[in-house]
């Protein structure tokens, strides 16, 4: 089913991942799949739904920074320093995760990559649903990002209890992650967020990649 983006969309959307649901969602990236980060059983339908077994960690978006607190065990200076100057943005930090996150969010890494979008609509349905939700691309493994909920709908024809459409999404790469949870930084994947940038703000704190 897809429902334009309202608030009685969001207060449909709360329902569904309260109750264990996987929902599809515009990101300030692409479309992701979102469900509650500590209920396991929709985490692995999330991974059942992409066909993967790949051993992943699973991203998590957060309406509010505050909202980090649920997932890491604790702020290192790279992340409060790394945060302060790309939070809200596309950029993915990944840190060590607490005891209490589930094995299938952090695939047995025991770490957990969160992210503030810098789309204020993003951050505002990510509040409505809880605070938290998993972001991962919702697209099949391999295949292009969804930009759109048709995209989504065509990928996923069954197993989404809900796509909220929320229009075509803006962004043409995927969040940047960077690996903070020790004290050397680790460019994981470099997106939206470049890795000059990135050079350029661990510069002024006497880091590099």
Not at 101 to 121: F, I, Q, Y
Request: hydrophobic share 40%.
């Amino acid at each position: 089913m897809i429902l334009i983006d309202s608030a009685e969309t969001r207060e449909r959307a709360k329902e569904v991942v309260a109750s264990g649901g996987v929902i599809a969602f515009r990101t300030d990236t692409f479309y992701g799949l979102g469900a509650d980060p500590f209920n396991r059983d929709a985490l692995r339908a999330i991974k059942a739904l992409k066909g993967r077994d790949d051993g992943k960690p699973i991203l998590v978006v957060i309406g509010d920074a505050s909202e980090a607190e649920r997932f890491i065990a604790g702020r290192t200076r790279l992340f409060e320093f790394i945060s302060e100057r790309h939070w809200p943005g596309a950029l993915t930090l990944v840190l060590k995760a607490r005891r209490d996150a589930p094995e299938e969010l952090t695939a047995g890494s025991g770490t957990v990559g969160v992210r503030l979008p810098s789309d204020k609509d993003v951050r505002d349905f990510v509040r409505a649903c809880g605070g938290a939700l998993t972001a991962t691309s919702a697209n099949l493994a391999g295949d292009s990002p969804a930009r759109t909920a048709t995209d989504v709908a065509r990928s996923f024809p069954s197993g989404l209890n809900l796509i909220i459409d929320g229009g075509e999404a803006q962004g043409d790469k995927p969040s940047t992650v960077l690996d903070v949870s020790g004290t050397t930084p680790r460019l994981i994947r470099e997106g939206a967020v470049s890795r000059r940038q990135l050079e350029e703000t661990l510069q002024a704190m006497g880091a590099k990649l």
